[in-house]
């Protein structure tokens, strides 16, 4: 056998091997598996999302939602700036929070009636797209349950 033959065989055995261990990785743990190809997409969706609504480009962030009522996010959106409660910020961005669900959490700063607030968010996702980001924690208002109907889908 010559060292052509004998290169091409190993590199048909480490992909093998490989195919074999992948295989292996979605029976055992098949959240590990998807996540290693989903949660750096996510993690990308939900960074431009909660960036794009903190520096009120809600036209832009609405590409990072995964539903189709757009036009009324948007307007919803402004709306609730308009009122005086509006994201300037975030921090603490972890997606997966949890592997076996692939969701994610983030601290998002907001003023609200001219006072600034932080609120915990955990957000859902569809593959490359922000699902959900319900805001939980700190001072409750009218405006976190206007909040939540635009971007927590029960």
């Known amino acids: 056998m010559g ?5 091409a065989l ?4 480490l992909v093998l091997l490989a195919g074999m261990g992948l295989m292996l990785l979605f029976m055992i743990a098949p959240y590990k598996a998807v996540g290693l ?3 750096p997409v996510n993690k990308k969706a939900a960074a431009s999302f909660l ?3 903190a520096s009120g480009g809600f036209e832009q962030a609405a590409k990072s939602i995964g539903h189709s009522r757009k036009q009324e996010w ?9 009122d005086g409660f509006y994201a300037v910020g975030y921090d603490s961005l972890e997606v997966p929070h949890d592997p076996e669900h692939g969701d994610g ?3 998002i ?3 609200q009636d001219g006072e600034r607030q932080t609120y915990y968010a955990v957000m859902t996702f569809r593959p490359g797209t ?4 319900c805001l939980f924690f700190g001072k409750p208002s009218r405006h976190i349950e206007t909040w939540n109907k635009l971007n927590c889908h029960y």
């Not at 922000?130 to 980001?133: H, P």
């Open 37 to 39: 190809f989903l949660n």
């Open 109 to 111: 700063e907001f003023i």
């Open 10 to 13: 190993t590199i048909a055995q």
């Open 130 to 133: 922000v699902q959900q980001a």
């Open 3 to 7: 060292m052509y033959q004998k290169v």
């Open 51 to 53: 960036s794009d609504v």
């Open 105 to 107: 959490r983030a601290n």
């Open 74 to 82: 948007i307007a919803g959106m402004e709306q609730l700036k308009r």
